[in-house]
C-alpha cells in the first residue's frame, strides 16, 4: 500500500510564493517518478511538474521558469517551489507518485491566488 501526505498550500497574492511538500510511505522501491498535478475549477487534471528518482525533471510550459521541483530520496519526499504566482495558477494541487505502472494520488491542496 502506498500513501502520499501532502502538505502547505494556501493563499497568496499574486507575484507572491508558496511551496508544497508529498512525502510518501509504502512500497515504494527506489526508482519511481514523483509529481505534482492541479485540478482548476471545470478544467481537467493537467501536469505541473514531475522528477525522478534519478532527479530528471519536466515542466509544464505554463510553470518553467517559475516553479521548482525537488525531491529527498532519502525522505520520499517531493517539494514544489512556487514563485511568481498567477491567479491562474489557482487550482487544487495533488502528489503524484508512479511505482512500476501504477500510479498513487495524495489528497489534493488548495491553492489560491488573488488579483
Known amino acids: 500500500q502506498v500513501q502520499l501526505v501532502e502538505s502547505g498550500g494556501g493563499l497568496v497574492q499574486a507575484g507572491g510564493s508558496l511551496g508544497l511538500s508529498c512525502a510518501a510511505s509504502?512500497?515504494?522501491?527506489?526508482?519511481?517518478?514523483m509529481g505534482w498535478y492541479r485540478q482548476a475549477p471545470g478544467k481537467q487534471r493537467e501536469l505541473v511538474a514531475t522528477?525522478?528518482?534519478?532527479?530528471?525533471?519536466n515542466y509544464a510550459d505554463s510553470v518553467k521558469g517559475r516553479f521548482t521541483i525537488s525531491r529527498d530520496n532519502a525522505k520520499n519526499t517531493v517539494y514544489l517551489q512556487m514563485n511568481s504566482l498567477k491567479p491562474e495558477d489557482t487550482a487544487v494541487y495533488y502528489c503524484?507518485?508512479?511505482?512500476?505502472?501504477?500510479?498513487?494520488w495524495g489528497q489534493g491542496t488548495q491553492v489560491t491566488v488573488s488579483s
Open positions: 503524484r507518485i508512479t511505482v512500476i505502472f501504477s500510479n498513487y
Open positions: 509504502g512500497s515504494i522501491g527506489n526508482f519511481n517518478t
Open positions: 522528477i525522478t528518482s534519478g532527479g530528471s525533471t
